[in-house]
């Protein structure tokens, strides 16, 4: 919701980086670059640009000289001219815009949002942007703008989420990623035969029975998960 006469959101010269960013319903009052500006040398890396406007100005999400965007998707941004961006001797690799910009891995297809018009911009399970980036080295070990791991599944996502669909498991161990990791905040250090909360139910019990392995009494009703799942 921020207004300049360019670069309404962010303006990023020189070394600059922003990274795993929502950039979300800023203006260029008369320039161009309603959601970000790049300028010699400043660069987007996993960021989602949408809804950005320049009313008098070219590239409504990102106007980009001698800059460069990377694995981020820019769409459903306004301007007088060139609606999504401005490729200005700039370098556009793994994006999702439309049209698509000329570079590496660029595609502008629907990035296929979860509910853009409630304003949640988290990947539908078909989105063409899950795994369709490209890995860097700062992504080890770092999170998305969610708090998700920002490498999952083996290739990184296109845009600031990261997705984990329901059906991956990382570890083969039957408990898929998300429910290991709204547990445990990681996708592999939860074992299904530990009781980790002693109510006699192992983890994968834990799980096939939509309980808690954290508190050994999930509904709170006094009897403990384990002798309920047994009775």
Do not use: K
Not at 195 to 213: I, K, M, T, V
């Amino acid at each position: 919701g921020n207004t300049a006469a360019g670069g309404g959101g962010i303006s990023i010269a020189g070394a600059g980086v922003v990274r795993n960013s929502l950039v979300h319903r800023n203006g260029a009052i008369s320039e161009g670059g309603g959601g970000s500006t790049c300028w010699q040398g400043g660069s987007l890396e996993n960021c989602t640009i949408v809804e950005n406007w320049a009313s008098n100005g070219w590239g409504g999400g990102v106007y980009s000289y001698s800059g460069t965007v990377h694995n981020t998707i820019i769409t459903l941004n306004r301007a007088a001219d060139y609606s999504n961006y401005v490729n200005d001797a700039s370098t556009f690799s793994f994006c999702c815009s439309q049209p698509a910009s000329s570079g590496a891995g660029n595609i502008q297809d629907d990035p296929l949002f979860a509910d853009p018009n409630a304003g949640i911009y988290t990947l539908a399970t078909n989105s063409p942007c899950i795994d369709n980036g490209t890995n860097q080295a700062w992504m080890t070990d770092a999170a998305d703008v969610a708090g998700y791991p920002r490498l999952m599944h083996g290739t990184v996502d296109m845009g600031a989420y990261e997705s984990m669909l329901s059906s991956w498991d990382t570890d083969a161990d039957l408990l898929p990623d998300w429910w290991e990791w709204e547990y445990s905040h990681s996708l592999t250090n939860v074992s299904p035969a530990s009781d980790d909360d002693g109510d006699q139910l192992a983890n994968l019990g834990e799980y096939q029975h939509s309980a808690n392995p954290t508190n050994s009494d999930s509904d709170a009703d006094g009897m403990a998960d384990g002798w309920e799942v047994r009775f």
